[in-house]
Nanobody, 122 residues
Framework: QLVESGGGSVQAGGSLRLSCAASGVANSRHYLGWFRQAPGKQREGVAAIYTSGTATHYSDAVKGRFTISHDKAKNTVYLQMSRLKPEDTAMYYC??????????????????WGQGTQVTVS
């Protein structure tokens, strides 16, 4: 089960931190990812992290502004979002997949999904 929290409304230039608690998911050898979907748009991969190493991946849209991290003891993945822009407004989803993948920002490879948390930037 993946449970997101931390969404909300913020002004452009502000920051938010999203959290996703992953219960029933192993805290190693998994990819944990953050995706987002804005109204009328396709879901897109934002960031992903491999829980058995240091590999992180970011979309070009958020690189340098967002940071993904994983607390192995809590098996919780975080997305620190800074310098937020109105175009970052979307529902943000946490996802998990076991093993490795060559496409960690593709939603097609993830098996488990959270319910989402809304982020609104004005």
């Amino acid at each position: 089960q993946l449970v997101e929290s931390g969404g909300g409304s913020v002004q452009a230039g502000g920051s938010l931190r999203l959290s996703c608690a992953a219960s029933g998911v192993a805290n190693s050898r998994h990819y944990l990812g953050w995706f987002r979907q804005a109204p009328g748009k396709q879901r897109e991969g934002v960031a992903a992290i491999y829980t058995s190493g240091t590999a992180t991946h970011y979309s070009d849209a958020v690189k340098g502004r967002f940071t993904i991290s994983h607390d192995k003891a809590k098996n919780t993945v975080y997305l620190q979002m800074s310098r937020l822009k109105p175009e970052d407004t979307a529902m943000y989803y946490c996802a998990a997949m076991g093993g490795v993948t060559q496409t960690p920002l593709s939603d097609q490879v993830y098996h488990y999904w959270g319910q989402g948390t809304q982020v609104t930037v004005s």
